[in-house]
């Protein structure tokens, strides 16, 4: 098809083409949208860089999930609602991160290290240290820079030339990983 054609087609034409997998109307379909949803997402979260990180997560959902998705209505209403909902899942996200961590820095303010046995805590950071190694490459180097390092997810994003949305992604996927390799109650005993 012409690429006049393209742009002749109402939105919903050329959702139905993304449907059958066209890269054209993708692409204009990009187009049209995303200065207008990045203008609305750079209203609703701190920095321009994750604005765009959130509207790569929509359209790449959209193109991913297109054959099977069931779009009532208007295509501009399910992009405005995609790219909502992305935003309060970031939210919500770095909220239960933040909350983990501040959990886990009471607890650990309030051990008395001389009550702990020392080889138990020897072992709980030989185990730490394991898990640790055994992340993909990528995210041990963003989650010790985090970590050990104690840089901030803009520092580290700023260093590694990432965006900020992408550190704090791999921090929190990081602590995952770690939270099933670890027994939770090995550390409990530890630290009570």
């Not at 034409?13 to 054209?24: A, C, M, S, V």
């Not at 379909?29 to 509207?55: G, M, Q, S």
């Not at 935003?87 to 909220?95: A, L």
């Not at 990528?138 to 997810?153: A, E, G, V």
Request: proline residues 2%.
């Amino acid at each position: 098809m012409d690429i006049a054609k393209y742009i002749a087609c109402s939105d919903e034409q050329l959702f139905l083409l993304i449907k059958e997998g066209d890269h054209t109307a993708y692409r204009i379909l990009y187009e049209r949208f995303f200065p207008i949803l990045y203008a609305h997402a750079t209203k609703k979260v701190p920095d321009n860089e994750l604005a765009k990180d959130i509207l790569q997560d929509v359209f790449v959902k959209l193109w991913t999930a297109a054959p099977t998705l069931d779009v009532k209505g208007k295509i501009s209403n399910y992009l405005y609602g995609a790219t909502r909902n992305t935003i309060i899942n970031y939210y919500v996200s770095s909220t239960k991160v933040q909350d983990h961590m501040a959990v886990f820095t009471l607890y650990q303010n309030q051990v008395d290290n001389s009550v702990i046995d020392n080889l138990q805590l020897k072992e709980l950071q030989a185990l730490i240290e394991k898990e640790v190694g055994a992340l993909p490459e990528k995210m041990r180097d963003i989650f010790n820079l985090s970590r050990k390092q104690q840089l901030s997810h803009k520092e580290i994003a700023d260093l590694l030339n990432l965006s900020e949305l992408t550190v704090k992604k791999q921090v929190a996927n990081a602590l995952k990983i770690l939270k099933k390799k670890i027994n939770y109650h090995l550390l409990l005993t530890i630290l009570f």
